[in-house]
């Protein structure tokens, strides 16, 4: 998934609102990124457990 907010809209681009992602990357951290500096590179989330090898998540998503 990508970041609107850090990318330019594509056609067949499907969004979901400030809302709904708040609750998801926030409170139940079920969507991950990596830290700020490379998302804002990257614009990219991840379900949890589904990142892929490589990849280092935000601290914040670590912390139970």
Not at 18 to 29: A, E, F, G, I, P
Not at 42 to 59: L, M, T
Request: charged share 30%; with cysteine; proline share 6%.
């Amino acid at each position: 998934m990508f970041c609107a907010a850090l990318r330019p809209a594509e056609p067949g681009d499907t969004y979901i609102d400030d809302t709904l992602h708040y609750k998801m990357s926030v409170d139940h951290r079920v969507l991950v990124t990596e830290p700020i500096e490379r998302h804002r590179e990257n614009a990219e989330w991840w379900w949890r457990g589904q990142v892929p090898e490589g990849v280092k998540i935000d601290h914040f998503y670590q912390l139970n």
